[in-house]
């Protein structure tokens, strides 16, 4: 259990916000534990291609989702309906996030750019043109927006989310320029925002200090492609897969891998809270690993091709998944 000792912008946690969150760990925990008992609740054909991101808004009530058709889609989850499509250009969008107060989702583009929805407005707000090839994910924290691309670098710029929703003219500041040896196809924030994680087309790892924008480990960790990177809860570990069919542990402090576990097929995305892992593969299922054992735990029949994307909600009782069969699938746990 993590002490609430941790300090909230300078303040402890009350005992009410201790039991809050000790409430919410023991949530967390037995989700995890029942992530065998995932269930179907509703799949929704809404994408023309391969569905390539999911972001939900903190209110719950939207679904937005990113596709090789060029296409945001927003989706209802109390009607289940699609409710909005926008197209911001004829190329592929890659990923997309939400921002904070829920005005705003930013969605990167192959075509080199950065958009930024308005939920209100139901129309662009901005374009923030940054690349010289392909953004191939976007992530937020804190003000500062990381934008990872094909053009081998990560780019970190000041993004007020109040400044966009209240149409600030030029609010984006370029921060730091990260640069990689290959092109840079996803990247993660450890749960603090104080770490970034980036993976390569070429297999590389790299782990990068976000208050100095320093480079502090670099790995050749897969070969081939890393589809996915992401830092454990308690940020002391990152776990990536790849093109090679492998699920590897690295340790954060070192920079050492420390586990290398084999899957029978290539795994495109995942969650995971430390030891479980709960992964997307290329055969369309899911999969419930123990990462303590190497082994698949379960598996759970999904989508009729890869599994793309998988979004969880800060509970992890939530879950979406988006695939190359152009559909977004809701779970939910049956305890």
Not at 133 to 144: G, H, L, T, Y
Not at 199 to 223: A, I, N, P, R
Not at 317 to 329: A, L, R, V, Y
């Amino acid at each position: 259990m993590w002490s609430c000792q941790v300090i909230r912008k300078g303040k402890k946690c009350s005992p009410s916000m201790e039991s809050f969150e000790d409430l919410t760990e023991e949530s967390k925990k037995l989700a995890w534990s029942n992530m065998n008992k995932l269930t179907l609740q509703s799949s929704h054909k809404i994408h023309k291609e391969a569905v390539t991101g999911i972001t939900v808004t903190l209110s719950g009530t939207s679904v937005f989702s990113t596709s090789q058709d060029s296409t945001l889609k927003m989706f209802s989850k109390e009607g289940s309906g699609l409710q909005r499509s926008v197209s911001f250009s004829n190329m592929a969008l890659s990923s997309c996030v939400t921002l904070p107060e829920d005005k705003t989702v930013v969605c990167s583009s192959w075509d080199n750019n950065v958009y930024f929805y308005s939920i209100a407005y139901g129309r662009r707000q901005d374009t923030l043109m940054g690349h010289d090839d392909a953004v191939s994910q976007v992530c937020w924290r804190d003000n500062q927006l990381y934008t990872a691309s094909w053009d081998s670098t990560v780019k970190v710029w000041k993004c007020v989310a109040a400044d966009i929703s209240s149409n600030k003219r030029n609010p984006f500041e370029l921060l730091a320029e990260l640069e990689h040896e290959a092109g840079v196809n996803t990247i993660a924030l450890s749960p603090a925002g104080t770490l970034l994680a980036s993976g390569t087309k070429e297999g590389t790892l790299s782990v990068w200090d976000v208050g100095s924008f320093s480079l502090l480990h670099q790995l050749s960790c897969h070969s081939g492609k890393i589809h996915q990177v992401a830092f454990s809860p308690d940020s002391r570990h990152i776990l990536s897969v790849g093109e090679d069919s492998y699920l590897k542990v690295t340790d954060v402090q070192t920079g050492m891998l420390l586990s290398t576990v084999p899957a029978e097929n290539e795994q495109r995305c995942f969650c995971w809270d430390g030891n479980t892992v709960l992964s997307g593969g290329k055969s369309g299922d899911l999969f419930i690993w123990d990462l303590l054992t190497s082994k698949i735990m379960h598996k759970i029949p999904a989508h009729s091709g890869p599994v793309t994307c998988i979004w969880m909600n800060e509970q992890c009782s939530s879950i979406i998944t988006g695939g190359e069969d152009k559909q977004i699938m809701f779970w939910k746990h049956q305890y």
